[in-house]
Nanobody, 114 residues
Framework: QVQLVESGGGLVQAGGSLRLSCAAS??????MGWHRQAPGKQRELVAT???????VVADSVKGRFTISRDNAKNTVYLQMNSLKPEDTAVYYC??????????WGQGTQVTVSS
């Protein structure tokens, strides 16, 4: 099983930036990613990245958010620029290990004020 530690959330004004980090340990890793859940809404995919660096990014954040990873540090990052109030949500890191088991982080709150 993989253990995840997230950091980097907070309060920011619209148009600002935040960088989320998620450090993983415990098992060899495969795809890493971020999801988010706004109040009253379902959890949705934000972005994923494979060990080789191939990414999938949701249309709602494309061009504003960038996912990256440091395989040596087993860490995935989410750089969020040009933030909008509708980006306000709890952001969850998720990781698949090489046996396709999925682990989730505890979540970090991102709040964007208008």
């Amino acid at each position: 099983q993989v253990q995840l530690v997230e950091s980097g959330g907070g309060l920011v004004q619209a148009g600002g930036s935040l960088r989320l980090s998620c450090a993983a340990s415990g098992s060899p890793l495969s795809t890493m990613g971020w999801h988010r859940q706004a109040p009253g809404k379902q959890r949705e995919l934000v972005a994923t990245i494979t060990p080789a660096g191939s990414t999938v990014v949701a249309d709602s954040v494309k061009g504003r958010f960038t996912i990256s990873r440091d395989n040596a540090k087993n860490t995935v990052y989410l750089q969020m620029n040009s933030l909008k109030p509708e980006d306000t949500a709890v952001y969850y890191c998720n990781v698949n290990d090489i046996w396709a088991r999925t682990s989730w982080g505890q979540g970090t709150q991102v709040t964007v004020s208008s």
